[in-house]
């Protein structure tokens, strides 16, 4: 057996089946590694470390008497501080909210994990209200990349990112409305799954901005993210979906469309992040897909789009406090909402018409492939302190297009750069098809060694 805070979700859950784990030694393990690497690595905002012992006793208990409920029973599971854990507050990696009553309930994706048996042991660190960082001028310090502790691990489901990569839980929930699950799985060697629009309710979540928010998992292989997709919409209800079936069936006649011009002329990526593309593309290939050039409109279109709808919606979540307490907020935080106190209703109805046009260019993409193929960063991370290559490379990036759709998008790791951080591939599948994009990840991911790389912390 590996070492047990090495084990995935789905090798874990096998063990605790066949009693040859115990949840409860489980979650010791992942609390030691928290222990060991939370004080340098700055992933957990709330330990919750006796209430999840009690879960775990309790799904011990269920378990040898009736053996798992689901997967996921005594799989210990981290929350972005985004969202509600009953009887915590919800901080937002804020001293806005550092004070907030507990929640009085879970989030709805928290209370079908619970539901599926999970264990809840932390919340995690974020960017300030998922938009706020790397910032060092709050009460809580920034998270920082397993692979090189001086570099950023992606935002803002940093704290997710982290404690995934660094092996200190094996599965955390992150918010995605720019990229933000994608992020850090690009920064960190994970798997950051965004299911497409309303697919996981928000019920509970702390908005950013309502029509580009996602909840996704974080994991370290596709198996597990499509483990913990199945808890959040329900699988095994009626009509629910499990979308571990068929994830082995590979990608053998599958249309996939490689948007090479957005990496190569929209935002021209480091050459090992490009020369990686077109390895995923080769593997792709060889595994049996029809991979063919498509063209969509520019990145920068996109990117557009999405900030002048985040920025108006997230003025109206933050209006009121960004102009009675805006010393509240982190400099960088302050700075990004601003402009969204600034646009008129014209601005968001021209963001909103631009829109349609965008989601209609990519339908149409779809109609002539299955998937689509393209960069997720344009550069591995960048240094933690440096705030002029966090301004620079933050944006780069081709996660945006897929919260302005709406559409399912995944990011998976595709080899190491020359400074030893991880480089990403992205793959997008219209909404609703979030089964075959994950199969045709796992497709990917089986036929290349990247998830068997951990960092060195590990």
């Given at each position: 057996m590996s070492a047990l805070h090495h084990l995935t979700v789905a090798e874990a859950a096998a063990l605790i089946a066949t009693r040859r784990l115990s949840p409860v030694e489980l979650l010791e393990a992942c609390l030691d590694r928290i222990a060991a690497l939370d004080p340098v690595l700055n992933t957990v905002l709330r330990l919750v470390a006796e209430e999840a012992r009690a879960e775990a006793r309790n799904a011990e208990a269920e378990i040898a008497r009736h053996g798992p409920r689901s997967p996921l029973h005594g799989i210990p599971i981290g929350l972005k501080d985004l969202i509600d854990l009953r009887g915590h507050p919800t901080?937002?990696?804020?001293?806005?909210?550092?004070?907030?009553?507990?929640?009085?309930?879970?989030?709805?994706?928290?209370?079908?994990?619970?539901?599926?048996?999970?264990?809840?042991?932390?919340?995690?660190?974020?960017?300030?209200?998922?938009?706020?960082?790397?910032?060092?001028?709050?009460?809580?310090?920034?998270?920082?990349?397993?692979?090189?502790?001086?570099?950023?691990?992606?935002?803002?489901?940093?704290?997710?990112?982290?404690?995934?990569?660094?092996?200190?839980?094996?599965?955390?929930?992150?918010?995605?409305?720019?990229?933000?699950?994608?992020?850090?799985?690009?920064?960190?060697?994970?798997?950051?799954?965004?299911?497409?629009?309303?697919?996981?309710?928000?019920?509970?979540?702390?908005?950013?901005?309502?029509?580009?928010?996602?909840?996704?998992?974080?994991?370290?292989?596709?198996?597990?993210?499509?483990?913990?997709?199945?808890?959040?919409?329900?699988?095994?209800?009626?009509g629910g979906t499990d979308h571990t079936r068929g994830l082995t069936d590979g990608v053998k006649g599958l249309r996939i469309g490689?948007?090479?011009?957005?990496?190569e002329a929209d935002m021209p990526a480091d050459p090992e992040m490009g020369a990686a593309l077109e390895e995923a593309a080769r593997v792709l290939s060889a595994e049996g897909a029809s991979v063919t050039a498509v063209t969509l409109p520019r990145l920068q279109d996109f990117a557009a789009v999405n900030r002048a709808i985040l920025y108006a919606e997230a003025a109206a979540v933050h209006g009121t406090w960004l102009r009675e307490r805006p010393e509240g907020y982190a400099a960088i935080t302050r700075r990004r909402l601003m402009p969204g106190l600034f646009l008129s209703a014209e601005d968001h109805v021209t963001a909103l018409r631009a829109r349609a046009r965008l989601v209609a260019a990519v339908r149409e993409a779809f109609r002539?492939?299955?998937?689509?193929?393209?960069?997720?960063?344009?550069?591995?991370?960048?240094?933690?302190?440096?705030?002029?290559?966090?301004?620079?490379?933050?944006?780069?990036?081709?996660?945006?297009?897929?919260?302005?759709?709406?559409?399912?998008?995944?990011?998976?790791?595709?080899?190491?750069?020359?400074?030893?951080?991880?480089?990403?591939?992205?793959?997008?599948?219209?909404?609703?098809?979030?089964?075959?994009?994950?199969?045709?990840?796992?497709?990917?991911?089986?036929?290349?060694?990247?998830?068997?790389m951990a960092p060195p912390e590990a």
């Open positions: 901080t937002c990696h804020s001293a806005l909210l550092a004070d907030s009553p507990p929640a009085a309930e879970d989030a709805a994706c928290v209370a079908r994990l619970r539901g599926a048996g999970a264990v809840f042991p932390a919340k995690l660190a974020t960017h300030e209200f998922a938009i706020g960082g790397p910032a060092f001028d709050l009460p809580f310090p920034p998270a920082r990349n397993p692979w090189n502790r001086d570099h950023h691990p992606g935002g803002s489901s940093s704290g997710s990112g982290a404690a995934v990569a660094a092996r200190m839980l094996p599965a955390a929930l992150g918010t995605d409305t720019g990229g933000s699950v994608r992020h850090p799985a690009s920064h960190c060697g994970l798997v950051g799954l965004k299911p497409g629009y309303d697919l996981i309710p928000r019920t509970g979540v702390f908005p950013l901005a309502w029509s580009l928010d996602h909840v996704g998992p974080l994991t370290r292989t596709v198996r597990d993210a499509a483990l913990l997709l199945n808890a959040m919409v329900g699988q095994g209800t009626e490689f948007v090479r011009h957005w990496h002539g492939c299955d998937l689509l193929l393209t960069a997720s960063s344009m550069d591995p991370a960048c240094r933690i302190d440096d705030p002029e290559a966090v301004e620079r490379t933050y944006p780069r990036q081709a996660r945006i297009p897929f919260n302005v759709t709406g559409d399912a998008a995944i990011t998976l790791m595709s080899g190491l750069h020359a400074t030893g951080l991880p480089l990403s591939v992205q793959l997008a599948a219209p909404a609703g098809r979030e089964a075959l994009l994950l199969r045709a990840a796992h497709a990917y991911e089986r036929a290349t060694p990247w998830k068997d």
